[in-house]
């Protein structure tokens, strides 16, 4: 099972790095605003459409007076939204251009909703003052017709099959498309998707006529959300639905068999002559697998193994690095996958990354200062770190507001472990599930899951983690040669 998550960490490092070279240009964002000063504030973007998990792009901080100004890369145009506490603030951005930004007015969400996993920040478009492609209040003006129409027929154009409906709404998204005089690429595509979203609408049960007219002879458009809305919807638990049909009889015969791989989902499709284009194929099976594995089709070892092979088999890398997101999503902090790594501020005014912290175990608490039960266990966190320091680091990831507090309050408690403050990486909060506070983590000395999550110092700690740290000790002597000794193959 080890071998099988480290072979996946891997693959990770060698899509990222992929990835990253295949990045147009920058984005530069600016302004000035007066509320947030002395804030950091995320940039987030969609690792893909699929999953919607959120990856962070950067940290953006605000100085003393309130300007910011900061850029990162981008690959031609991507939709990305920031963290701004009580709302969350969305703008597409197109690679080589600078956007001066509007912020709205600051305001703090409250301390009881911030871990509230109910709670939904407000949808804000950000204001831009100098958008001169128009593309942002292009794309506005459209959803305005396109929420208010669209939503409120989908169910009778399902029901009914009442193609002259879509035909009508068709004709008036072209109307409204027209009248905002936008010319950008990424809009008529945009609006494309949009109007293949309304025409699949009543013709779900012809799913296959409407992949071969509307998907079979295009480019997988990657970054444009209406496609994905759209394919989602025509490709809808896509794997369980086709193996029904008179096409799908070859993708039936070879879902029987065991071992399975997704090349041979990919070379079964192939029996279909609308699925030739490799990476729009690749797309509806990566979504019939993630729908699969959610609605119980495929069992979590066989979409591990789809998913898997997808990161090796898959003609295209965007179809690899989305085989990696689902993967990463359904295994998240299960145990012996890698720990999400973060790079925070310490109470000792330096930055510390988990991965530096490699070869001892961690213990992982999140965190706050003003928390009644995050203060009745820190004193025995100290202790914990003094009967452990051999063996491992006690970390704390502090989740208050203000960071300069930390540094005081560890110098003033004789905090012994090490405390950090997750105001310049705030994602880590997202990345760990945190929705109670104090949470607790053991990683062990790879850097991977142990314990998710791990008991707190009063709940039968000390027999838990000697019994994970006897058991990886024991793993540790099997998988290395007796020459290589670690700090593990010592009799304690």
């Known amino acids: 099972m080890k071998r099988y998550f480290f072979k996946i960490y891997l693959i990770a490092v060698a899509l990222i790095a ?18 947030y000063a002395g804030y950091h504030i995320e940039i987030y973007r969609y690792a893909d459409y699929i999953t919607h998990i959120r990856e962070l792009v ?15 890369e981008a690959d031609s145009v991507e939709y990305i939204f920031l963290d701004l506490s009580s709302y969350h603030a969305h703008l597409f951005v197109e690679a080589g251009i600078n956007y001066e930004v509007i912020l709205p007015p600051f305001r703090l969400r409250p301390d009881a909703d911030r871990f509230n996993p109910f709670y939904k920040p407000e949808d804000i478009e950000l204001g831009i003052s100098n958008d001169k492609s128009q593309l942002n209040e292009a794309i506005r003006n459209y959803d305005l017709f396109f929420n208010a129409h669209y939503h409120s027929n989908a169910v009778d154009m399902v029901r009914s099959r009442n193609t002259r409906k879509a035909d009508e709404l068709i004709a008036q998204s072209d109307s409204v498309a027209r009248l905002q005089k936008c010319n950008h690429p990424y809009f008529k595509e945009y609006v494309k998707y949009r109007e293949v979203q309304i025409y699949a609408t009543p013709r779900l049960r012809s799913a296959s006529a409407v992949i071969q007219q509307k998907f079979a002879h295009e480019a997988v458009a990657y970054s444009v959300p209406s496609y994905w809305d759209a394919l989602g919807l025509i490709g809808q638990s896509f794997i369980s639905s086709h193996v029904r049909t008179k096409q799908g009889a070859t993708l039936k015969k070879v879902l029987g068999n065991r071992p399975l791989s997704f090349a041979d989902i990919s070379n079964a499709l192939l029996a279909d002559t609308i699925f030739a284009n490799n990476e729009m194929r ?22 591990d193994t789809l998913l898997t092979t997808a990161t090796e088999q898959a003609v295209g890398q ?56 995050c203060l009745k266990e820190m004193p025995a966190l100290s202790g914990i770190q003094r009967h452990y320091k051999r063996d491992m680091y006690v970390v704390g990831i502090m989740t208050d507001e203000e960071s300069n507090q930390i540094g005081s309050y560890s110098n003033n408690k004789k905090i012994e472990w090490l405390m950090l403050s997750y105001n310049i990486m705030q994602n880590v909060v997202l990345d760990y599930g945190v929705e109670t506070m104090p949470s607790y983590f053991l990683i062990d000395p790879e850097g991977r899951i142990s314990l998710s ?40």
């Open 18 to 35: 992929s990835a990253s070279a295949i990045s147009a240009g920058n984005v530069r964002l600016h302004g000035v605003a007066p509320d």
């Open 453 to 492: 999550p791990a008991p707190s110092p009063s709940e039968n700690f000390e027999q838990t983690i000697n019994s994970v740290m006897k058991r990886y000790k024991s793993e540790s002597l099997r998988r290395r040669p007796e020459k290589e000794k670690t700090i593990y193959d010592i009799v304690r």
């Open 318 to 373: 965007h179809s690899k690095k989305i085989a990696l997101d689902i993967l990463q999503k359904k295994n998240r902090l299960k145990p012996g996958t890698m720990a999400p790594d973060f790079t925070l501020l310490g109470a000792d005014g330096k930055e510390h990354s988990l991965s530096e912290l490699r070869g001892k175990f961690v213990y992982l608490a999140f965190m706050h200062t003003q928390n009644y039960s």
């Open 58 to 72: 950067g940290v953006m901080m605000v100085d003393s007076v309130g300007s910011f100004d900061y850029s990162f």
């Open 282 to 303: 690749e797309a509806f099976i990566l979504k019939g697998i993630y729908d699969g594995y959610y609605t119980g089709y495929f069992s979590s070892g066989l979409s």
